[in-house]
């Protein structure tokens, strides 16, 4: 019918549709789907030996036979591939000197779909460090779950401490250019072990195969030396070095360290880095008592005190009404193994590394700079949310004491799951609001007929607009490295590449571009210009990414998320909402039938 939508969708927007259904298989690995796979090369150390997968087209007793031929047959079965065809299905296990042999012979077969050695796989990635099993305080913090969706990537963490020395086990070009603010220097090694340790519990190289894990394992680590060899240093070189970590880039700032002294100069050091942008996370102390010791007391200072492998307050953690939450800092009253066990210095070396049990609140602040970063690397870059989204999921403890525990025992899964899977299914839905009433708008006026439905191509720019990939974060992006960005809002995704906002000028520019409705406008205006948009692929597709991005930017302005340089904390929820308006604006200005004059 003249002047309507057709209720099906066009052959091109089908096609528009499938070709992006394929491409976002693409981005998850699927392979074709032919019958004649190439050859799998499995890492040698996955395979099991002598253990060989068959699939034969059809079955015939031949099969059978050319297995047994070559060894014992573990399992045969018939799979059906087709209503009218079943493929036979062979576990072999044959000596394991003649695999390779093996494998070539059945490869010739022409009847042969595919010949592979079985290998080993696991549910979840679990790193193969071989002390992993030993650090149940990466356990106890949610770090196993957490990995799943982030790893910390592209987001540095300044250790404001006796420096990082450069361990086996910390991969060096993960660190950062630091400073020495003890010596004055560019050499931010560690003399003392304790800033090492730190460094390990918040990144230490993770499935490499070697030591033990850390909490968010691609992230970077600033040096930054405020203590000497013997663990001392002062408010003035504290208050500089928090000043040096923020302006060279670090938006996550470890300060495992505390006195008992106020000092203006390294309160108004807490408040600048708050206002440029970083989350400033410090040891509630190692008093026993309580009285929470600076730079933790200072407003903006995000305080955290200790529990041991039980889950209740260490014996010498300090407390009181400024602990923002407590996590894994260790309890070595109950054995050398209630400690926090980290690769360091080795005791009275200055070179030596071993892998020490530490206990203290020091050791429970690195693992919230941890689940902070792993945060952040999910393009939240505002940091009062990154500290909303660590207390808002926090466990709660078995006795209730805000004194002891803040807000909970630190869940870094539960705070990657709410940063994924809940705010993008909220996006979402803010996304398809706003789409039902432009329907509805759309349909009172006559510019579409009520029988008229939008098709894939509408949905589905929709939900990419709205982030709604970030729903399947915690299924595995994180482990596919190249991918990993999808665990982002499309928004953020620059960050991943450029840095969060604030870093450098260029990030702060993709940030800027990135939360405004620059990229639904650039698909809108050409698809503006037919006749009928909404009758084409690309214009359905348009205005649903249209919607869906401005469901995206509402929900960062209603959950306050995102950091902007240069605004105003309490204009970014009106940028971002102005933003979310327009965008809506262009993808309703899609469901008119006239195009531009």
């Not at 296990?93 to 796989?121: M, W, Y």
């Not at 499935?207 to 003035?236: C, D, E, I, Q, Y």
């Amino acid at each position: 019918m003249a002047g309507t939508l057709s209720t099906r969708p066009a052959a091109g927007e089908r096609l528009f549709a499938f070709a992006g259904a394929t491409l976002l298989a693409l981005f998850f690995g699927a392979a074709g789907c032919g019958r004649a796979p190439l050859p799998a090369s499995p890492d040698p150390a996955d395979v099991v030996p002598g253990l060989i997968d068959v699939e034969w087209r059809g079955s015939a007793p031949e099969h059978r036979a050319l297995a047994a031929k070559l060894g014992a047959i573990v399992d045969d079965e018939l799979i059906d591939e087709s209503p009218w065809e079943s493929d036979e299905r062979i576990e072999l296990r044959v000596d394991p000197r003649q695999e390779e042999h093996d494998l070539a012979a059945l490869r010739e077969s022409a009847s042969v779909i595919f010949a592979e050695p079985v290998t080993r796989v696991q549910a979840l990635w679990l790193p193969d460090d071989p002390d992993f099993s030993k650090q149940w305080h990466l356990k106890a913090a949610g770090a196993s779950a957490a990995w799943d969706s982030a790893r910390g990537e592209g987001v540095t963490v300044a250790v404001i401490d006796t420096g990082i020395y450069p361990v086996d086990d910390l991969d060096a070009s993960r660190i950062v250019a630091g400073f020495n603010f003890i010596a004055h220097s560019a050499d931010a090694r560690d003399d003392h072990g304790h800033g090492t340790h730190v460094a390990g519990t918040i990144a230490q190289s993770t499935g490499n195969g070697k030591g033990v894990a850390g909490m968010a394992p691609l992230a970077r680590l600033m040096p930054v030396k405020v203590l000497s060899a013997f663990g001392g240093g002062t408010s003035a070189g504290i208050a500089d070095g928090i000043r040096f970590a923020v302006d060279h880039g670090a938006r996550v700032l470890n300060l495992s360290l505390g006195g008992g002294g106020r000092s203006i100069d390294m309160e108004r050091a807490v408040a600048y880095a708050k206002r440029k942008g970083a989350v400033v996370i410090c040891a509630a102390g190692n008093s026993g008592s309580r009285g929470v010791s600076f730079p933790a007391a200072y407003p903006g200072a995000f305080a955290v005190s200790a529990v041991g492998p039980t889950a209740k307050p260490a014996p010498y953690t300090s407390f009181g009404p400024e602990v923002a939450i407590a996590a894994p800092g260790g309890d070595k009253s109950q054995g050398e193994e209630g400690g926090v066990l980290q690769e360091t210095l080795a005791e009275g070396s200055a070179s030596q590394s071993a892998y020490r049990w530490f206990q203290g609140t020091s050791m429970a602040t690195p693992h919230v700079a941890g689940a902070a970063a792993l945060l952040e690397s999910l393009g939240v870059s505002d940091p009062d949310a990154v500290e909303r989204l660590i207390t808002g999921n926090a466990r709660a403890p078995e006795v209730s004491d805000p004194e002891k525990y803040g807000k909970g025992l630190l869940d870094a899964a539960a705070a990657v799951r709410d940063a994924t899977v809940w705010w993008g299914a909220f996006r979402f839905a803010l996304a398809l609001l706003g789409a039902v009433v432009a329907l509805k708008h759309a349909r009172r006026l006559r510019q579409l007929s009520s029988a008229d439905a939008p098709g894939p191509a509408f949905w589905g720019g929709l939900a990419l607009g709205a982030g709604a990939l970030t729903m399947l974060a915690p299924l595995g992006l994180a482990r596919i490295q190249v991918f990993s960005f999808l665990a982002l809002p499309p928004a953020g995704m620059a960050a991943h590449w450029l840095g969060l906002p604030g870093t450098s000028t260029l990030a702060t520019a993709a940030a800027y571009a990135g939360w405004s409705p620059l990229l639904p406008l650039l698909f809108a205006l050409p698809a503006r210009l037919a006749k009928k948009p909404m009758s084409q692929p690309f214009g359905a597709f348009a205005a649903g990414l249209a919607f869906g991005w401005a469901g995206l930017l509402l929900q960062a302005a209603l959950w306050r998320s995102v950091l902007l340089p240069w605004l105003p904390s309490l204009l970014t929820p009106a940028f971002l909402v102005g933003g979310a308006v327009i965008a809506w604006s262009a993808g309703r200005g899609l469901l008119s039938r006239e195009a531009l004059r």
